[in-house]
Antibody
Framework: QEQLVQSGAEVKKPGASVKVSCKAS????????MYWVRQAPGQGLEWMGM????????TYIQKFQGRVTMTRDTSTSTVYMELGSLRSEDTAVYYC???????????????WGPGTMVTVSS | DIQMTQSPSSLSASVGDRVTITCQAS??????LNWYQQKPGKAPKLLIY???NLETGVPSRFSGSGSGTDFTFTIRSLQPEDVATYYC????????FGPGTKVEIK
């Protein structure tokens, strides 16, 4: 069964960093790209960026460039998203998601993690 | 950047009604458009990909159409379990979601 399992909720102070993990199972990890999407309380979905799980190359939207780092560990089939210089506006649920096709596919996301709540508060 | 809009932002309909949601892109995105359903407290679920293709396991009462800048998502006969927020998402450029449409039962 194809599945993504994410790390637990985090509470961070402004200016700190958070690292969220997403462990994949049930599919060939390095055949896909992984995406990160966040959702602030009561708000819509915001795509943050992606990582190619084969070569580790990344693409981030301009809004997060310089603050976000996506990495992967092929030995444990785990993807990480680290967001730094946290501010209250970063309070959100962070989702990892996998594309529905393998390779350098950027399209529909058919496998989603359950989400990780990150709260930024002093 | 491509801007995505959805209308309406919310709607209320009766069980069995036909429900239609529109999604508009600020520029031509061909057929690079997907639809998701999100229930409260849950991750989004892919329903329709590439404008009109039904994801495996998704009931056939859901459908999508369109091309270019104007797209439509339809629930043929609204069921109580369809209460959710629906998002369109383009991938002609870097992926971007529409603002969502909340569907409720009247």
């Amino acid at each position: 069964q194809e599945q993504l399992v994410q790390s637990g909720a985090e509470v961070k102070k402004p200016g700190a960093s958070v690292k969220v993990s997403c462990k994949a199972s049930g599919f060939t990890f390095t055949s896909y790209q992984m995406y990160w999407v966040r959702q602030a309380p009561g708000q819509g979905l915001e795509w943050m960026g992606m990582i190619n799980l084969s070569v580790g190359s990344t693409t981030y939207i301009q809004k997060f460039q310089g603050r976000v780092t996506m990495t992967r560990d092929t030995s444990t089939s785990t993807v990480y998203m680290e967001l730094g210089s946290l501010r209250s506006e970063d309070t959100a649920v962070y989702y990892c998601a996998r594309g529905r096709r393998s390779g350098n596919y950027v399209g529909a996301f058919n496998i989603w993690g359950p989400g990780t709540m990150v709260t930024v508060s002093s | 950047d491509i801007q995505m809009t959805q209308s309406p932002s919310s709607l209320s309909a009766s069980v069995g009604d036909r429900v239609t949601i529109t999604c508009q892109a600020s520029q031509d995105i061909a057929k690079y458009l997907n639809w998701y359903q999100q229930k409260p407290g849950k991750a989004p679920k892919l329903l329709i990909y590439d404008t009109s293709n039904l994801e495996t396991g998704v009931p056939s009462r859901f459908s999508g159409s369109g091309s270019g800048t104007d797209f439509t998502f339809t629930i043929r006969s609204l069921q109580p379990e369809d209460v959710a927020t629906y998002y369109c998402q383009q991938y002609h450029d870097l992926p971007q979601f529409g603002p969502g449409t909340k569907v409720e039962i009247k």
